[in-house]
């Protein structure tokens, strides 16, 4: 098994994410009261069984293969450096980083609504939530991540007789500052309940064992070349390389190094346009997270009426918003059309039960899909021009039925009703 295992690291750790679902999984439907199988004959099983394979197999890749890269990670930290193991070491580490900033963004989305681009000025809508890294300041949060992986790619594929120590330092530096990009992230996104958000800081926790795994190895194989200080002029000069020379140093060195390295990566993105303290404005100039300082505007309620997505999707010259209402519990925009098709469902409601039933239930099923579509102003003006033969159809009905049809289009979505307002002969107050 242990042969099979360092032969096929690859496949064993596919197999490891699909041992891990299958008992991950029966504890899962236990907690949620047991599983729910549909009664299915022996052949419609069988024709079922390839999707339900394909089904298993990307369930493991997705929710449980990182998991498993995970412990591998840590499995070769903890084991005593060796070169037999490094092109080993490197195929975890492409497959660790390549899925991390590919699940990340797919995790976080899973957990909250997340518009990314949008920042904090931006008014979004419903449950959105704003980017969660300032959008003016991610070219230094990149700049950060890239200097992480410059130094992991130049201490692990060249060889490190070719590098003189300072090289190696600045390299571990540049992984610290990766490492620190890292550790804001999951300190920014990491929320509670801890169940649903703690996937979203599987790559940073990746990103930390795999610098402290590189510091390690490439002080293990100096000490191996036996490279001796050289011999300069300047006693300064000879001090410094000394120290340099002494590998067990190098964790320390590079922490200190890493600070002028980020001054001098500063530099270069105020050339530019980047902010000095960009690396800390990026998390702090969000709203909706741990680390934000800014207040976002109030999101906005689409309810899933579509007239409701129409009074607050469309263009403003055109469909009239009028004020803010509730609905549901819920702040929504309302324009007179909105209030006009409401009111004339609430007279149905009261003369025509039967037929109000029906009418809802047609809305039921073809309105709410309706509203899913209008997704631009566009489409939302569309609507509104396609719905004013109705609503003038509705308004006639309001006024031949009702004595006070104004009063009762007046108080749509305002929690009250025409009881609340004083007979006015008609007349809308």
């Not at 998991?67 to 084991?79: C, G, N, P, S, W």
């Not at 804001?184 to 930390?208: A, C, K, Y």
């Not at 490279?227 to 001090?239: E, H, I």
């Not at 410094?240 to 002494?246: S, T, V």
């Amino acid at each position: 098994m242990r042969q099979f295992i360092q032969k096929h690291y690859i496949l064993s750790s596919l197999l490891g994410a699909l041992a891990l679902e299958a008992a991950a999984l029966p504890v899962l439907w236990l907690v949620n009261g047991g599983p729910e199988l549909p009664g299915m004959s022996p052949g419609e099983a069988l024709a079922a069984l390839p999707f339900s394979l394909l089904l298993a197999v990307l369930i493991a890749l997705f929710f449980f293969y990182p998991q498993v890269l995970t412990a591998a990670q840590f499995l070769l930290l903890l084991r005593r450096p060796d070169r037999s193991l490094e092109r080993q070491e490197r195929v975890f580490d492409a497959l660790t980083l390549s899925l991390g900033c590919l699940y990340t963004p797919l995790y976080l989305s899973l957990t909250r609504d997340v518009v990314f681009g949008a920042d904090w000025t931006a008014t979004l809508s419903n449950s959105e939530t704003h980017t969660p890294i300032a959008t003016w300041h991610l070219p230094t949060v990149l700049a950060l991540l890239l200097a992480g992986l410059a130094g992991y790619l130049v201490l692990n594929y060249v060889p490190l007789r070719k590098l003189p120590p300072l090289l190696c330092v600045v390299c571990l530096a540049g992984m610290y500052l990766a490492c620190g990009a890292g550790i804001l992230w999951s300190v920014q996104v990491i929320t509670p309940p801890l169940m649903e958000s703690w996937r979203l800081g599987l790559l940073p926790l990746n990103l930390l064992v795999i610098t402290a795994r590189t510091v390690r190895r490439k002080g293990a194989e100096w000490r191996a070349l036996d490279r001796r200080a050289g011999r300069y002029s300047s006693p300064l000069l000879n001090a410094c390389d000394r120290i340099l020379c002494q590998s067990k140093l190098w964790p320390l060195l590079a922490f200190l190094l890493m600070w002028p390295l980020l001054g001098v990566l500063t530099g270069l993105l105020v050339l530019f346009g980047q902010a000095p303290d960009g690396a800390i404005r990026a998390w702090t100039e969000t709203s909706d997270w741990n680390l934000s300082r800014r207040v976002a505007p109030q999101n906005v309620y689409y309810d899933e009426h579509y007239l409701c997505t129409v009074a607050a999707g469309g263009h403003r010259k055109l469909v009239k918003p009028l004020r803010l209402g509730v609905r549901h519990g819920h702040q929504v925009i309302v324009n007179r059309q909105l209030c006009v098709a409401n009111a004339f469902e609430q007279i149905l409601e009261e003369r025509t039960p039967q037929f109000h039933r029906a009418v809802r239930g047609f809305y039921d099923k073809y309105g709410f899909p309706v509203a899913r579509l209008i997704r631009s102003p566009y489409a939302a003006d569309a609507v509104y021009l396609l719905m004013k033969p109705l609503e003038w159809l509705f308004l006639a009905v309001l006024y031949l039925t009702d004595a006070r049809p104004e009063d009762r289009i007046a108080v749509q979505y305002t929690g009250k009703s025409l009881k609340d307002f004083p007979d006015t002969g008609g007349r809308h107050r």
